[in-house]
């Protein structure tokens, strides 16, 4: 089982209630399913039952992975949050991003002008050789930019965005013909990562709680080959500061609403396709909650991220394991408060 199915799986309790018979969670106290599950303590419980966002390191996976689980509970619409998340522009205006942009059909690679590589990584692309690259990149494209970059013009830079910026479109129509085996394997510093075995091993690693949306997994791990009735699929790159270089990034993000016998629930996930550093594969999913119970207006927003990361493996690894893990627990944190600013209008 995947570890966004403990997200969904509570999510769905904490809507519905127990089985008929067995008294609601508002009613047996205000600890929440996935709380207890993933060892939140009293002070953090009420915390985020009190309305300030929490973030906490989870222990699974090897120490290649990171999973950092946050929950916010927010008095607004969850359609406030939704409409934010679909709107890919408003990425640009948040801390630590520096571009963004939505992939629509029919792009070319003319639209995409504000997707640039940094000098540093223009530089280290000079460079790569397949089994010594300081930039992520499958092997062939690896041979793309050695052989074909007229590295003494004074343009190198600008010849290096305009074969990056199809070579993404290409990765992208790969991906949308031939799901996770199209997106190849990474080459970096002599060490190989499959994407698709990376992205499958690391939806695998939580055992907490029993399926019950497996539609949604069967989706994000058997696209395109894979439907889900009622949702919203799209694609957008983004530009991120994370750790000592900006990385570019090309996701696939999934909105879906589902209804349970007594509300609705909408679960955002957004899957990586592509990562210029650090980022093997990641997998975020939120996940809001109606708290309407007690006459309480309100939902819960639960969000749980998972990533399989380059370099955090051997003795230097582990020291900057701590560094990546505390950032990622504080980035989670501080997003999920400025969520609760925005829809609820402050």
């Known amino acids: 089982m995947s570890f966004q199915h403990i997200l969904i799986r509570s999510a769905l309790i904490l809507s519905a209630g127990f089985a008929a018979g067995v008294p609601s969670l508002r009613a047996a106290g205000p600890s929440l399913p996935i709380f207890d599950a993933l060892g939140l303590t009293a002070a953090e419980v009420a915390a985020v039952d009190a309305g300030r966002a929490v973030a906490k390191v989870l222990s699974w996976g090897g120490p290649s992975e990171v999973y950092v689980f946050g929950a916010v509970r927010i008095d607004g619409a969850a359609d406030v949050y939704l409409k934010a998340m679909r709107d890919i522009s408003r990425l640009r205006a948040n801390p630590g991003f520096l571009g963004a942009g939505e992939l629509r059909p029919g792009m070319s690679a003319a639209d995409l002008t504000s997707l640039v590589f940094d000098d540093d990584d223009v530089e280290a692309l000079r460079a790569c050789r397949e089994g010594d690259c300081d930039v992520q990149l499958p092997a062939a494209s690896i041979e793309a930019f050695r052989s074909r970059i007229n590295w003494s013009r004074p343009d190198a830079g600008e010849q290096v965005n305009a074969m990056a910026r199809p070579m993404l479109l290409e990765l992208l129509r790969m991906y949308q013909q031939g799901g996770n085996q199209a997106l190849g394997d990474y080459r970096d510093k002599k060490n190989p990562a499959r994407i698709a075995e990376a992205f499958a091993r690391m939806m695998?690693?939580?055992?907490?709680?029993?399926?019950?949306?497996?539609?949604?997994?069967?989706?994000?791990?058997?696209?395109?080959?894979?439907?889900?009735?009622?949702?919203?699929?799209?694609?957008?790159?983004?530009?991120?500061?994370?750790?000592?270089?900006?990385?570019?990034?090309?996701?696939?993000?999934?909105?879906?609403?589902?209804?349970?016998?007594?509300?609705?629930?909408?679960?955002?996930?957004?899957?990586?396709?592509?990562?210029?550093?650090?980022?093997?594969?990641?997998?975020?999913?939120?996940?809001?909650?109606?708290?309407?119970?007690?006459?309480?207006?309100?939902?819960?927003?639960?969000?749980?991220?998972?990533?399989?990361?380059?370099?955090?493996?051997?003795?230097?690894?582990?020291?900057?394991?701590?560094?990546?893990?505390?950032?990622?627990?504080t980035a989670l944190e501080r997003s999920l408060a400025g969520v609760k600013r925005m829809v609820e209008g402050r």
């Open 204 to 329: 695998t690693r939580a055992t907490v709680l029993p399926d019950v949306l497996p539609e949604l997994r069967r989706y994000l791990l058997d696209y395109p080959n894979a439907t889900l009735p009622g949702s919203d699929s799209y694609f957008f790159w983004e530009k991120v500061e994370f750790g000592l270089k900006p990385t570019l990034r090309l996701n696939h993000a999934v909105i879906h609403r589902s209804r349970t016998p007594d509300r609705n629930v909408a679960t955002v996930a957004i899957k990586q396709l592509y990562a210029s550093h650090y980022f093997h594969a990641a997998l975020d999913v939120s996940a809001c909650v109606d708290d309407a119970v007690g006459g309480r207006r309100g939902f819960y927003l639960l969000t749980l991220k998972g990533s399989s990361q380059a370099g955090l493996t051997g003795p230097k690894g582990s020291l900057l394991r701590s560094v990546v893990v505390d950032k990622t627990r």
